[in-house]
């Protein structure tokens, strides 16, 4: 069964603080995403990584992967208060034909930045 | 383009009764899922549809969850009758196929408080 772990849960971080959020998952998967949720929000869809050693960025965030350690993490550069939210890490998980039936999601990790 | 909406937004009721959620999807997405997030857990699938068909309903809980896509439009889940367990956020997605970088768009949540 494939599982997504995340670490850490919960964040409370200063601002202008750099900070890294990890996220393992158990088995091999050909999509990596993370999500940014708001409360009350949709889950807004920040990278979706595809291969190894995939690098994106926007903005003060950054996200790679690295598929042989089934390893991805989301570092936050210089953070801003505008930047808290909670955070999922999801992976694709194959049912058969379809190869896009589910995503699988870590727990999620709830960031709060102090001003 | 409208994003996927969800309704309601939030709904109480007490244990035993029914109620009925309702996801509406991007126009012309044949994909539709439901995931559920139970208060500090992971977000977890229950079901897709491929237009009106149910592609994979390995996620949901129990019997007393029904979901229908009528027309393969919007798509229902009714939980009757509803136990405490049931509290949680609903989530509603839609995807387009065939999309390479596939992604699947959420909505925004109904939070489902089982009194």
């Known amino acids: 069964e494939l599982k997504v772990e995340q670490n850490p849960l919960f964040l409370s971080m200063q601002e202008g603080k750099n900070y890294t959020i990890y996220c393992n998952y158990s088995?091999?998967?050909?999509?990596l995403y993370w999500y940014r949720q708001d409360p009350g929000k949709s889950l807004e869809s920040l990278f979706v990584?595809?291969?190894?050693?995939a690098v994106k960025q926007e903005g003060r965030l950054m996200a790679s992967l690295d598929t042989k350690a089934r390893l991805s993490t989301l570092h936050i550069t210089a953070a801003v208060h505008d930047l808290s939210a909670t955070y999922f890490c999801?992976?694709?998980?194959?049912?058969?034909?379809?190869?896009?039936?589910?995503?699988?999601f870590g727990k999620g990790t709830r960031l709060h930045i102090l001003p | 383009e409208a994003g996927v909406t969800q309704f309601p937004s939030h709904s109480v009721i007490e244990k035993g009764q029914t109620v009925t959620l309702r996801c509406d999807p991007i126009?012309?997405?044949?994909?539709l899922y439901w995931y559920r997030r139970v208060m500090g857990k992971e977000i977890k699938f229950l079901l897709h549809?491929?237009?009106?068909?149910?592609?994979?309903e390995s996620g949901m809980p129990n019997n007393r969850f029904l979901a229908e896509r009528t027309g393969g439009t919007y798509s229902t889940l009714k939980v009757q009758p509803a136990e405490l367990e049931d509290s949680g956020v609903y989530f509603c997605?839609?995807?387009?196929?065939?999309?390479?970088?596939?992604?699947?768009?959420f909505g925004p949540g109904t939070r489902l408080t089982v009194t």
């Open positions: 997605a839609s995807s387009l196929r065939p999309a390479l970088t596939y992604e699947q768009y």
């Open positions: 088995t091999t998967s050909d999509r």
């Open positions: 990584l595809l291969s190894n050693g």
């Open positions: 999801a992976v694709d998980s194959f049912g058969g034909v379809n190869r896009d039936d589910k995503i699988i």
């Open positions: 126009s012309g997405h044949d994909n």
């Open positions: 549809f491929v237009k009106e068909s149910k592609q994979d």
